[in-house]
């Protein structure tokens, strides 16, 4: 059994900070790679943050780029997403997701074999 659970998400004003976290427990404790999307109302799910487990490589989308940070504490088997100088648009449901085997792509929601309930971040301008 394969738990993700995210959390963190609420309502800021433009140029507030925010952090998710994503609990996982079962067989995501050996994830290969840990991702963040999100999905805003009338919008297909994107790709936001990526974290391969190997090497600690990560990933953003270029909207996000200098403002978000992923990371992982393997003590807690928790992934997080810090968001910095957030914007109404990055208003939305993030989801954490995990992917348990090796993807050579981590930027597509495809890759990923787990996913979260979703937490709603919204920004106010």
């Known amino acids: 059994q394969v738990q993700l659970v995210e959390s963190g998400g609420g309502l800021v004003q433009a140029g507030d900070s925010l952090r998710l976290s994503c609990a996982a427990s079962?067989?995501?404790?050996?994830?290969?790679?840990m991702g963040w999307f999100r999905q805003a109302p009338g919008k297909e799910r994107e790709f936001v943050a990526a974290l391969r487990r190997s090497g600690g490589s990560t990933y953003y989308a270029d909207s996000v780029k200098g403002r978000f940070t992923i990371s992982r504490d393997n003590a807690k088997n928790t992934v997080y997403l810090q968001m910095n100088n957030l914007k109404p648009e990055d208003t939305a449901v993030y989801y954490c997701a995990a992917a348990l085997v090796f993807r050579a792509v981590v930027v597509v929601a495809g890759a990923y074999d787990y996913w979260g309930q979703g937490t709603q971040v919204t920004v106010s301008s």
């Open positions: 079962g067989r995501t404790v050996r994830s290969y790679a």
